[in-house]
């Protein structure tokens, strides 16, 4: 069993930045992704990253968001910069121990997930 654990969220004005962390715990991790949701609306994609670095990026974060992680650390992060009131949400860290490539992108592949953590950008 594997357990993920987020941190790192807060209240920042537009703007600015903020860093993410996520530890697995239980047993190495294959893939790592971030998602968002706002009440009502669907989880969305934000990004992912495989154990070899491969990353990926939806377009509203391609350019002010950067995956990255630590393997011998189970850790992944996510540097939020140049943020807008519309990425208020909650941020959920994903993990799974698959490792093959296109598996990275549906988040029905990451059975592991993190209780979330609230980011809020106020205008």
């Known amino acids: 069993q594997v357990h993920v654990v987020e941190s790192g969220g807060g209240l920042v004005q537009e703007g600015g930045s903020l860093r993410l962390s996520c530890v697995a715990s239980?047993?190495?991790?294959?893939?790592m992704a971030w998602y968002r949701q706002v009440p009502g609306k669907q989880r969305e994609l934000v990004a992912a990253?495989?154990?070899?670095?491969?990353?990926d990026y939806s377009d509203f974060a391609q350019g002010r968001f950067t995956i990255s992680r630590d393997n011998a650390k189970n850790t992944a992060w996510l540097q939020m910069n140049n943020l807008k009131p519309e990425d208020t949400a909650v941020y959920y860290c994903?993990?799974?121990?698959?490792?093959?490539?296109?598996?990275?992108?549906?988040?029905?592949?990451?059975?592991?997930w993190g209780q979330g953590t609230q980011v809020t950008v106020s205008s």
């Open positions: 239980g047993r190495s991790v294959g893939h």
């Open positions: 994903a993990a799974t121990i698959r490792r093959f490539p296109s598996s990275r992108l549906d988040s029905r592949n990451y059975p592991y």
């Open positions: 990253i495989t154990s070899g670095g491969l990353t």
